[in-house]
């Protein structure tokens, strides 16, 4: 029963970590050293804990990372803003149709096994603010413009959480900041519609979870998730309506440590085993398309998105979820609203 403990409280902190994240690459996941420091008899093992930490990471932080990245740069923008002191705004949420963890497995006191997570269906949403901020119109060309450059802006918060047994503490702020650039083919006019390729880096603020249950504590610090994304939009506005689609390019990165400590009476005797998976990191590459709806009047635009973000590389795991891989292609969608001004 302790061993099937440890475990629920992976499987939970684990699920808060997803809550919380352009060149081929394959998908993989790594570690630093994986040791296992024991108090009493020898009667824990390191190996199958580790393997389990590191393949729930494998799978769960793409999805976070799928929900940071979203679709369009600025919803609803598909052309460049038309030169300096043009600007927009957008205020959004976006999440994944996710999968988490939902059984609780044991952990194994020996070598690694292989055991079954399972797979649950729950949204996993990252709210953000993004602006477009027009540097250069472009070059006239006929009934548009070609060759401008807009600066891409943006912000993604994480509140703290200090809630029973569970913490999330950002550990320098909860804000953290995104940045990128956006070059025009097409200026959008009444007769041509947007065209524009970008590239944008984002991130979640670094955060430590942890969980305590009793006298076993988990913790996963420095976790840090960032997005490098490049995307190609189309877009035209039709009286009240407005249009856009584009493909893109995601390559994710994500970084922690994971410390663990577990107390237990073996033959009547107290041990402590203080389990730390160090360096932990997961790279993965998707490829992603989405399209945009919106209304609104004059400046204010209503917008949903709706995206795919395609399988990866698969990472390969020692435990199973249900059939699911680590790095599968999931949906994505976005609410917001879009002002320029």
Known sequence: ??????????????????????SALAAQTTS??????????NTFAGPDACTKARDLFAFVMP????????????????????????????????????????????????????????ATRVPVPVPSVDAAVGVFAGLPAGLTNVGGVDLLLGATYLPSVDQDEF?????????????????GALQESSLVPGLSISVMRRKLPTVSLGYASNNDTITVRNLAATSNSLRLVA????????????IGRDQL?????????????????????????????NEVTRTTAFVNASIGVLAARIVGEFGWSAAGDTDPTTNTFD??????????????????F
Do not use: H
Request: charged share 15%; hydrophobic share 45%.
């Open 1 to 22: 029963m302790r061993g099937v403990r440890r475990m629920r409280l992976t499987v939970l902190v684990a699920s808060a970590v997803s809550v919380t994240a352009t």
């Open 32 to 41: 630093g050293t994986c040791s296992t420091v024991v108090t009493g008899f």
């Open 63 to 118: 999805q976070a990372g799928v929900a940071l990245s979203g679709g369009n740069p600025v919803l609803g923008e598909g052309g460049t803003m038309g030169g300096w002191g043009k600007r927009a705004i957008s205020l959004r949420v976006s999440a994944v149709d996710g999968r988490l963890p939902k059984n609780v497995v044991p952990v194994s006191l020996g070598a690694a096994t292989s055991s079954n997570f399972g």
């Open 167 to 183: 913490s999330i503490a950002p550990q320098t702020s909860s804000v953290a900041l995104s940045y990128g650039v956006r070059i």
């Open 235 to 246: 877009s035209k506005r039709i009286a009240l309506f407005g249009f856009a689609a584009g």
């Open 253 to 281: 990165e994500n970084s922690a440590g994971v410390e663990a400590v577990v107390n237990e009476t073996a033959f009547g005797v107290p041990q402590r085993a203080l389990v730390q998976l160090v360096n932990l990191r």
């Open 323 to 340: 059939g699911r891989l680590a790095n599968e292609g999931y949906r994505f969608g976005s609410l917001g609203v879009t002002i320029r």
